[in-house]
């Protein structure tokens, strides 16, 4: 065979040519002399790979993925290095020297590549819709038959704040795009659906009440053929506080906490621990505040009976002893509360003990 470029004779050829023409043909590479980089201006993430992602790179670095991604080396070529230099930059484009490194043949070659990056800095689709302030659900904070306390609401306040630290990490639309402070309560507008049901849950660990979801189609993706759902999701606060007291079938008890799944209570007879869930909040009746709770003097004591001041009337009350009430004595100062014309008295122990009027 005979190389049709030098004319050499009996030589193997390589694509038609000999290997000695073949290697000063070779251009190592093919690099486009062209590329474009799609940033977000408004966060890290990247276009890449047909997909906005987050690759933690540098711009720099992300330029140099580019280039070596589209880099396509020649047939025959074995280990191949680029380096790149910057070598001029006009606005958002970026001109760069690539020296690529490798083996063709067997024989070491280097080859020179000058290209332009064009830097472009757009949205995400992310970032866009926290622009235009799109929303996924709705979280209606509540009170029962009452306004939300400003507490009540600064403690909503930083339980979303903390939960969207978190969940934004994991998930870009974890966010609050607006809080609405009105009558009824406060309406918070949030990116993501998942998350806002994650904080609203959160919301109700802490703070009690009653979780009701109501999705309204707002529309529909056509291309997907799916209805595009926005959700509400209602949290509705009990109107009792911790430290109330409450009827629950015959019995009286005071809220020691106010659980997600449960409300804890001291039942004001037997003196123990209790729970209801928050299916019975309709059952239950609040039946004296914790402002209701006064503090008085015991008068006086036998072996079968108490006599303290009634806190409001000032005039002295008897009351059965019970054993629970041994260690009161003669001028102790006691929480009381009246609940249907009875005493309680709630002893600074926090355990609560019943005197029957006499
Ligand atoms: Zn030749
Ligand atoms: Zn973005």
Request: with cysteine.
């Amino acid at each position: 065979m005979f190389c049709p470029q030098c004319g050499r004779e009996n030589e193997e050829l390589f694509k038609g040519l000999c290997r000695s023409c073949f290697l000063t043909q070779s251009h190592l590479i093919t690099l486009p002399p062209e590329l474009e980089v799609e940033l977000c201006a408004h966060c890290t993430s990247t276009h890449f790979g047909g997909k906005w992602q987050e690759l933690n790179l540098s711009e720099d670095d992300i330029i140099a993925k580019t280039v070596y991604e589209e880099c396509i080396p020649d047939m025959y070529a074995e280990d191949v290095t680029l380096t790149l230099e910057i070598i001029n930059q006009k606005g958002s484009v970026q001109e760069l020297m690539v020296m690529a490194k490798g083996k063709v043949l067997g024989q070491s070659l280097e080859r020179e590549r000058r290209i332009s990056v064009n830097i472009k800095r757009t949205v995400c689709p992310e970032c866009s819709k926290f622009i235009s302030g799109y929303y996924e659900a709705v979280i209606q904070l509540r009170a029962d038959q009452r306004p939300l306390k400003p507490d009540e609401i600064q403690k909503a306040d930083d339980i979303i704040s903390r939960r969207l630290e978190k969940l934004v990490r994991k998930n870009r639309m974890a966010y609050l795009t607006q809080k609405a402070e009105l009558k009824e309560g406060v309406d918070y507008y949030l990116g993501s659906y998942k998350a806002a049901r994650k904080i609203s849950s959160g919301l109700k660990d802490q703070m009690g009440g009653i979780i009701k979801e109501s999705p309204r189609i707002i529309g529909r993706d056509k291309s997907r053929g799916k209805d595009l759902f926005r959700i509400w999701i209602s949290l509705r606060l009990p109107i009792f506080e911790k430290e109330d007291f409450l009827a629950y079938g015959d019995h009286l008890g005071q809220i020691v906490d106010l659980k997600g799944n449960k409300i804890i209570l001291r039942d004001l007879d037997t003196m123990e621990i209790t729970s209801q869930s928050w299916k019975e909040y309709s059952n239950l009746e609040r039946v004296a505040k914790r402002e209701d709770i006064h503090t008085t003097t015991i008068t006086s004591k036998t072996p079968t009976s108490i006599q303290v001041l009634h806190p409001e009337k000032y005039q002295p009350h008897d009351l059965d002893i019970r054993p629970e009430l041994s260690f009161v004595n003669i001028g102790d100062q006691v929480k009381v509360v009246e609940i249907r014309k009875k005493l309680y008295i709630l002893p600074s122990n926090e355990k609560k003990m019943e005197i029957t009027n006499k």
